[in-house]
């Protein structure tokens, strides 16, 4: 394999990826899993052979193979689109749903109104938008600049692609800084989880990681507190999963640094939402956020575990229940792991970091594909390798596609969750790995 040329080492993946963005609808399950799992399991021996020149290269180029295709196998850029083109129209996109705009009378000048609202799906259609508003800016730079729905997407596609490739070199120039691998930035960069869900499926995870990775190379240099505050607070306007990870700082920074990186993260972040919303906005935002916690379920471990329970027990989804009890959780969870002493070293706050945000996700009652990622990219300043397992056993839960009921499989989800939480327990708890190599010895 050493004496393979770079461009033939590519070559079966840029086949693959073509096959995946431009040939296989999201409905033929089997064809779609073939060229993914062929993907995941050439990508980590690819980068394997690749210097970390290469893996940028290689990385660039599967991105822009896909494009030029429009999101396959996610509807959500739909809602992206909408949000944008609201704004250009002069509204704020938490102001109304899909329907009250539409219902209301307000698309008259909105020729693609129906057509977006019928592509992003009927339970969009129905909720206020949940994006944040860093987000929602790129939005509307997006629908501005678009002259169409196909326009707009590369735009959006753009944005990402871009925040990517200055993400990589953030990871390189943190994970030198740490003295880690340096090629661990294969395992998010050639990653085709990560490839397919960002630049594919136009999930900005990858805007969210790029200021996230930003605030953590100035945290670890300790120089500028307060431009590592305004990065980490980008960061929660373009998802706001990373404002759990604010409290585990308070113990790596020295009280004036504190004082500085936490002061300015809340004004900024203040800024971010309470400027931008008016009137009603805030209350539809947190209402549509509530459903994640009191409504909607795919994909989850921990929840349905405690969702058979309750059919046993009370014999109906206790999902709403379960919605009230579970901020409380996480709040204990963060708790616990800011709490730590060990977080006033960089590595093992890394590694708090990730084990937070693994257990928040354990417990979550939605899990897309495209959530992992985050694991992925904190996991690659760390020893585990679970993420990068989870990223792509995740890929299973696209089967409920495939079901004209959009029924997802229990055996599928046995098959992942099993496989993730064995070896989450044996990489975070090497003790397991003793007991069963004597166990194995004893025999």
């Not at 592509?119 to 629908?143: C, D, E, I, R």
Request: hydrophobic share 55%; net charge positive; glycine share 6%.
């Amino acid at each position: 394999m050493k004496n393979i040329p770079f461009f033939l080492l590519l070559l079966p993946f840029c086949v693959l990826y073509y096959f995946l963005g431009y040939i296989i609808p999201r409905e033929d399950t089997i064809p779609i899993f073939l060229c993914f799992f062929t993907l995941y399991f050439l990508s980590y021996f690819l980068f394997k052979r690749l210097s970390t020149r290469q893996i940028l290269y290689a990385g660039i180029l599967f991105r822009l193979l896909l494009f030029f295709t429009l999101p396959w196998l996610s509807q959500d850029f739909y809602r992206f689109i909408w949000d944008g083109e609201v704004q250009v129209l002069g509204y704020s996109p938490y102001e109304f749903t899909p329907n009250e705009f539409i219902e209301g009378g307000l698309s008259k000048s909105f020729p693609e109104a129906f057509l977006l609202r019928e592509k992003m799906g009927s339970l969009s259609a129905k909720h206020y938008t949940v994006y944040p508003p860093f987000n929602q800016w790129l939005f509307f730079v997006a629908a501005w600049v678009g002259k169409s729905l196909f326009s707009t997407a590369l735009v959006l596609r753009l944005f990402i692609l871009l925040g990517e490739i200055a993400l990589f070199f953030i990871a390189v120039k943190l994970l030198k800084k740490i003295k880690s691998p340096v090629k661990n930035i294969g395992f998010y960069f050639l990653n085709p989880l990560v490839i397919i869900e960002l630049t594919g499926n136009l999930h900005f995870e990858g805007i969210m990681l790029l200021f996230f990775g930003g605030s953590l190379l100035f945290l670890y240099s300790k120089r500028n507190s307060f431009l590592a505050s305004v990065l980490f607070s980008l960061s929660v306007g373009s998802k706001l999963v990373t404002l759990l990870f604010l409290p585990l700082f308070w113990r790596y920074l020295n009280r004036q640094k504190r004082f500085i990186f936490f002061g300015s993260s809340f004004l900024i972040i203040f800024s971010l939402f309470f400027f931008y919303f008016k009137n009603h906005d805030l209350l539809h935002f947190f209402n549509s956020l509530s459903l994640w916690f009191n409504n909607f379920e795919f994909n989850a471990s921990f929840f349905y575990l405690i969702r058979y329970l309750g059919f046993q027990g009370v014999g109906f989804n206790i999902i709403r229940i379960w919605g009230l009890f579970s901020p409380f959780l996480i709040v204990l969870i963060v708790l616990v792991f800011s709490l730590s002493k060990k977080n006033t070293s960089f590595i093992p706050l890394i590694k708090n970091l990730l084990m937070m945000a693994t257990c928040y996700f354990f417990i979550s009652t939605t899990i897309h594909p495209w959530y992992i990622i985050t694991l992925i990219f904190i996991g690659i300043f760390t020893k585990y390798k679970f993420p990068y397992i989870w990223g792509g056993l995740i890929f299973l839960s696209y089967a409920t596609y495939g079901n004209p009921e959009f029924r997802e499989s229990s055996l599928l989800l046995w098959i992942e969750y099993l496989i993730v939480y064995s070896v989450f327990l044996l990489e975070v708890f090497p003790v397991l790995r003793k007991v069963r190599f004597n166990r194995f010895r004893n025999r």
